[in-house]
């Protein structure tokens, strides 16, 4: 993990827009992490289109807050190190077949949730001033607690191993010691036992009534019982008792609300901000994250009711992507039916995707971007087996209308897009193509189009197109270039399959009539309406 990784989840998970601590049934919500995110392997346009939430809530069986911000900031962020992704591998192996392990690292985790709202409550600074003390004790509790239960599971492999040791790492530095207490006020601030320096200094102690604040009020106090019981002359005593009255309302007024304000500006505060510009803190609550995330791998693999595997993962110079059974992890997840697909995409460069609508295509491109996405967080794919390379960029374009602020039409807001795509692409990229070239004429389509997909191909990276045009596709098969798959189907029917060949059907009148708006649906609304004369 470096450094920038590290920090970046931190800061998001501290923010209220991220974990609202106010409201300790507030899920994780990854909508607002994503407009705060930037862009990296995966750029947001295709994220969205591949349906990045809905393969998030797939994945997403952490246990805690943090847990659930690490998991999506890594799936809108694919690792680019390959020793990354291994050693992830590497530990879901140790986790799925180690129970043991996987029951403490679940207590572990539980432990950590029960107090995480509290946590970030304080870290947010989202107190009371007059009533700082109950959020302060329950936050510094879950941290104590995160600290003693990280001693437990005793994990082998380097990945999971590192990640307690970065809890454990916090454990007795200066920043700990001060959560942990004794506290003490100094001339320099407030200091840990190991920290104060000189003998001149008073114990913090998070409490509204502690005994120096009684201390005004003491006379009053005693005073009033040798008036009321007796033990001293009574006129005297009521006289002394009336004299001394308002100390012991100043007293109560001190601890009731003075020392509260005040030990919230001078002690919590300054706590708080010892935590939050900690390293060593930061990196705990990210190993943290860290170790839900794992979990949560381990426990997608438990539910899933189809097949699933950890890839062979490569970082070779060309990307290529080969797995037997394919399925795609947000639709599977509910459809015990759902049919997979063998899909072989290696030295072939060029993949053109034929067929009528509906009958997958998108899906199908779709869920190799995503299983591609699980594989390069170090997540299992939801495939019987699959070798996949590390891809330096995962784009996926699709038609969008243009708006009124674009100032060439649809033709050219794709056509810009289309662009960005190819000046951005190496031989290790990934790109799916869902049509190009739209909103011109036939002619300029096919030209147009043959000359973009031939600059794809000739950088040597994988280049999936979708596409109706059969002419397209025939163009070069002629010349040998690619592979060309087209959607099967049966009794007019998908069975959502591909299959080698290029599609030359159209179903467009089956979908028509399917809809309600066939050539013999718009006769018979002309006839009723009157427009036309019945036959």
């Known amino acids: 993990m470096s450094m920038e990784s590290e920090k970046l989840i931190i800061e998001l998970n501290y923010r209220n827009d991220i974990i609202d601590e106010r409201n300790e049934d507030t899920p994780f919500d990854s909508r607002k992490?994503?407009?705060?995110?930037?862009?990296?392997?995966?750029?947001?346009?295709?994220?969205?289109?591949?349906?990045?939430?809905?393969?998030?809530?797939?994945?997403?069986?952490?246990?805690?807050?943090?847990?659930?911000?690490?998991?999506?900031?890594?799936?809108?962020?694919?690792?680019?190190?390959?020793?990354?992704?291994?050693?992830?591998?590497?530990?879901?192996?140790?986790?799925?077949?180690?129970?043991?392990?996987?029951?403490?690292?679940?207590?572990?985790l539980t432990v950590f949730s029960h107090g995480e709202?509290?946590?970030?409550?304080?870290?947010?600074?989202?107190?009371?001033?007059?009533?700082?003390?109950h959020d302060f004790i329950e936050a510094t509790k879950t941290i104590e607690y995160m600290m003693a239960a990280a001693k437990?599971?005793?994990?082998?492999?380097?990945?999971?191993?590192?990640?307690?040791?970065?809890?454990?790492?916090?454990?007795?530095?200066?920043?700990?010691?001060?959560?942990?207490?004794?506290?003490?006020?100094?001339?320099?601030?407030?200091?840990?036992?190991?920290?104060?320096?000189?003998?001149?200094?008073?114990?913090?102690r998070p409490s509204r009534f502690t005994f120096g604040s009684f201390l005004p009020a003491m006379p009053g106090l005693l005073f009033g019982a040798g008036w009321l019981f007796g033990?001293?002359?009574?006129?005297?005593?009521?006289?002394?008792f009336m004299l001394t009255a308002w100390i012991s309302l100043f007293g109560i007024l001190y601890g009731g609300v003075i020392k509260p304000i005040f030990d919230y500006e001078t002690a919590?505060?300054?706590i708080r901000n010892r935590l939050i510009n900690s390293n060593r803190f930061g990196s705990a609550i990210e190993a943290v994250a860290a170790i839900d995330e794992l979990m949560s791998f381990v426990n997608f693999?438990?539910?899933?009711?189809?097949?699933?595997?950890?890839?062979?993962?490569?970082?070779?110079?060309?990307?290529?992507?080969?797995?037997?059974?394919l399925r795609n992890p947000t639709q599977a997840a509910t459809d015990l039916s759902y049919v997979p697909n063998n899909i072989t995409l290696d030295d072939c460069r060029a993949t053109f995707i034929t067929g009528p609508n509906s009958g997958g295509k998108t899906t199908i491109c779709k869920t190799i971007v995503?299983?591609?996405?699980?594989?390069?967080?170090?997540?299992?794919?939801?495939?019987?087996?699959?070798?996949?390379?590390?891809?330096?960029?995962?784009?996926?374009?699709?038609?969008?209308?243009?708006?009124?602020?674009?100032?060439?039409?649809?033709?050219?807001?794709?056509?810009?897009?289309?662009?960005?795509?190819?000046?951005?692409?190496?031989p290790k990229s990934l790109v799916i193509l869902d049509e190009i070239a739209e909103g011109t004429t036939t002619h300029e389509k096919m030209s147009l189009s043959g000359q973009i997909m031939e600059g794809f191909y000739t950088i040597g990276h994988n280049t999936l197109l979708?596409?109706?045009?059969?002419?397209?596709?025939?163009?070069?098969?002629?010349?040998?270039?690619?592979?060309?798959?087209?959607?099967?189907?049966?009794?007019?029917?998908?069975?959502?399959?591909?299959?080698?060949?290029?599609?030359?059907?159209s179903h467009a009148l089956r979908v028509a009539s399917k809809i309600g708006f066939s050539p013999d649906d718009i006769r018979e609304h002309l006839k009723d309406k009157g427009y036309i004369a019945s036959s």
């Open 370 to 426: 995503q299983n591609q996405i699980l594989g390069q967080i170090g997540a299992p794919v939801m495939a019987s087996s699959a070798r996949i390379n590390m891809a330096d960029r995962i784009t996926y374009q699709a038609p969008a209308f243009d708006t009124l602020i674009d100032e060439e039409g649809r033709f050219g807001t794709e056509l810009k897009v289309t662009r960005d795509i190819f000046y951005a692409t190496t």
């Open 301 to 325: 693999n438990q539910v899933a009711h189809h097949p699933t595997c950890m890839p062979e993962f490569t970082n070779n110079r060309y990307h290529h992507f080969i797995a037997t059974e």
């Open 152 to 204: 437990a599971p005793k994990p082998e492999t380097v990945y999971l191993d590192s990640l307690f040791k970065s809890i454990l790492s916090f454990v007795g530095s200066p920043t700990a010691n001060l959560v942990s207490g004794p506290r003490y006020r100094t001339m320099k601030g407030l200091k840990s036992t190991g920290e104060k320096k000189s003998f001149f200094h008073l114990p913090f």
């Open 231 to 240: 033990f001293m002359n009574e006129g005297l005593a009521f006289t002394f």
């Open 466 to 505: 979708v596409t109706h045009s059969s002419e397209l596709v025939e163009h070069f098969r002629l010349q040998n270039k690619g592979q060309y798959l087209q959607v099967e189907f049966a009794d007019k029917k998908p069975t959502h399959r591909l299959v080698p060949g290029i599609s030359t059907e």
């Open 33 to 108: 992490m994503f407009n705060l995110l930037t862009e990296t392997v995966v750029d947001k346009r295709t994220l969205q289109l591949v349906e990045i939430h809905n393969l998030f809530e797939a994945m997403d069986h952490t246990i805690t807050k943090v847990g659930s911000a690490r998991l999506f900031h890594s799936l809108a962020n694919p690792s680019e190190s390959i020793e990354l992704i291994h050693a992830k591998q590497d530990s879901f192996c140790e986790l799925e077949s180690n129970v043991k392990l996987q029951s403490a690292i679940v207590e572990f």
């Open 117 to 133: 709202n509290n946590l970030f409550k304080f870290l947010n600074a989202h107190m009371q001033a007059i009533l700082p003390y």
């Open 268 to 270: 919590i505060l300054p």
